[in-house]
T-cell receptor, first 113, second 113 residues
């Protein structure tokens, strides 16, 4: 069966510090990978998606970046965090092919102070 | 980013009551999905709808894909305490080989015993 893991689960970082959130998927190959952000009390906003190694598409201009160094690894990064980067970050994956749905990781709480 | 209009934003009900929530959009989607999110966790898929007019059940949950492909509803019958959480609708679009979800703002369900 397929599983998705992301870490760390919670993170408190000062403004201006770097960020690295990591996500890995097991039990599948060549998945589509996604990073979403959920601000408090709001829906999920798509930040980045990737259809393959080294292929990253950004949905909204922001202070964050994403990378996919390996087929089943997706990393969300920032060089200098802003207060507005606080939120709940979710990694997600989808198997290639029509009709397949997206499945989410456990999420990572980021608080920028 | 684009979001769906999900309502109501919150519901306070008695245990045993039925629940109904819906999502509307100005855009057409190929798939409608309903997720449930427990506090501090990632969303979990409840029901996926793939065809306009489709009515699908999952236990006490029933969801329908609107005939216009611009809306969907979710019903929960005979609510129980574990139904508490935030419910999200999501519409799926296929763009450049990547399946992207657009989410509603969520419906927060609170149940009084």
């Amino acid at each position: 069966s397929q599983t998705i893991h992301q870490w760390p689960a919670t993170l408190v970082q000062p403004v201006g510090s770097p960020l690295s959130l990591e996500c890995t998927v097991e039990g599948t190959s060549n998945p589509n990978l996604y990073w979403y952000r959920q601000a408090a009390g709001r829906g999920l906003q798509l930040l980045f998606y990737s259809v393959g190694i080294g292929q990253i598409s950004s949905e909204v201009p922001q202070n964050l970046s994403a990378s996919r160094p390996q087929d089943r690894q997706f990393i969300l990064s920032s060089k200098k965090l802003l207060l507005s980067d606080s939120g709940f970050y979710l990694c997600a994956w989808r198997r290639r092919g029509a009709g397949n749905t997206i499945y989410f990781g456990e999420g990572s709480w980021l608080t920028v102070v | 980013g684009q979001q769906l209009n999900q309502s109501p934003q919150s519901m306070f009900i008695q245990e045993g009551e039925d629940v109904s929530m819906n999502c509307t959009s100005s855009s057409i989607f190929n798939t409608w999905l309903w997720y449930k999110q427990d506090p501090g966790e990632g969303p979990v898929l409840l029901i996926a709808l793939y065809k306009a007019g489709e009515l699908t059940s999952n236990g006490r949950l029933t969801a329908q894909f609107g005939i216009t492909r611009k809306d969907s509803f979710l019903n929960i019958s005979a609510s129980i305490p574990s139904d508490v959480g935030i419910y999200f609708c999501a519409g799926r679009k296929d763009i450049q080989g990547a399946q992207k979800l657009v989410f509603g703002q969520g419906t927060r369900l609170t149940i009084n015993p």
